[in-house]
């Protein structure tokens, strides 16, 4: 642990996959936190952290007493309800309100107006309010998780969509939380990242088939990728019993990657963290199949 002061950090999405693995590494550097959320109850335990919340970002009152003696917050995204924007803007507002100075809002790569993924376009936006929103704030984009294509996996271990031979340079949670932990243990009262949107991706760009099979030697599991017509992917999903909009969402992430828009890859890892991104292969750990969100 260092011995460094730290001013304190509000962290969000800490009952989640990457707010928890970003809360863990600021207490491991004896970073003060505030560890905001729906459940506190669900929180994890952490030195020199508090648990505030209840608090939904949709609600002011509650955002702005949870963030009260923070000095950055760390906006992890919410889950896709349709108001994503008014939520992060309520979030971000509270935020200004109690006397945050910096935020660091954890987007997604190919984040832009007319994205094909139907998720990367609600990021644009948030990013778009948080560029005239008044505030120091940088923008995290992170590549899509090296644990979706398992997680999408039926029980057969076949990952089916419309993705063709496109690329995407899969990042690992573990990678993403320690290059915003870089990113917020730069605490000085101006930083390089200050109005920087960094794009925080995997080593290489990878085809679904690709990483398929190298999450299948990784594993010892006969995980497959069978590329799948648009037509098949709406047909296959609709009897599968999903809604329009899961269908629509689904469809859109494997089209962005057919299409290219997730296949960047940068030297943002390395160069904030000193270690090379971590390949598919070695990540540290595998979701079940069936466990990607609106998937069930
Ligand atoms: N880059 C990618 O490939 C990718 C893939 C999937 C999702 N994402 C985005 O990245 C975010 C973080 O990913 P993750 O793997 O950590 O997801 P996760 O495990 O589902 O965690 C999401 C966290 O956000 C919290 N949250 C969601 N909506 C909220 C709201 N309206 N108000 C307050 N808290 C809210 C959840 O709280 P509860 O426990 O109360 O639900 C949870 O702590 C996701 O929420 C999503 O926006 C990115």
């Known amino acids: 642990m260092s011995e460094k002061i730290h001013a304190t950090v509000a962290v969000t999405g800490v009952t989640g996959a990457l707010g928890g693995r970003i809360a863990a590494r600021l207490a491991g550097h004896g970073v003060p936190q505030l560890l905001v959320g729906r459940s506190p109850d669900r929180m994890p335990e952490l030195p020199g952290a508090q648990r505030r919340g209840p608090a939904a970002y949709a609600d002011a009152d509650a955002m702005r007493k949870a963030l009260e003696g923070a000095s950055t917050l760390i906006l992890v995204s919410g889950h896709r309800t349709g108001r994503r924007l008014e939520e992060h803007a309520t979030a971000v507002e509270a935020a200004i309100a ?61 990952v089916s969509g419309p993705a063709s031979t496109g690329r995407a340079a899969f990042v690992t949670h573990e990678d993403i939380a320690d290059v915003i932990t870089a990113v917020a243990l730069d605490e000085g009262p101006c930083s390089e990242h200050d109005g920087a949107t960094l794009e925080i991706t995997g080593p290489e760009a990878l085809t679904l088939d690709e990483a398929v099979t190298r999450i299948a030697a990784a594993t010892g599991r006969p995980y497959r990728f069978e590329p799948e017509t648009l037509e098949d992917a709406f047909t296959r999903r609709w009897r599968l019993g999903m809604s329009g909009e899961q269908i629509e969402t689904w469809i859109s992430w494997y089209q962005a990657i057919e299409r290219g828009e997730i296949s960047v890859v940068t030297d943002v890892v390395p160069r904030l963290t000193g270690s090379p991104a971590t390949p598919i292969s070695d990540a540290a750990w595998w979701p079940a199949p069936k466990t990607a969100r609106g998937t069930r």
């Open 98 to 158: 109690v006397g945050v100075d910096r935020v660091l809002y954890v987007s997604l790569v190919g984040a832009a107006p007319a994205a094909t993924y139907t998720n990367a376009r609600d990021q644009w936006l948030t990013e778009q309010f948080l560029a005239g929103a008044g505030i120091r704030h940088t923008v995290l984009r992170a590549g899509f998780y090296t644990s979706t294509p398992a997680a999408l996996a039926n029980e057969e271990f076949v």
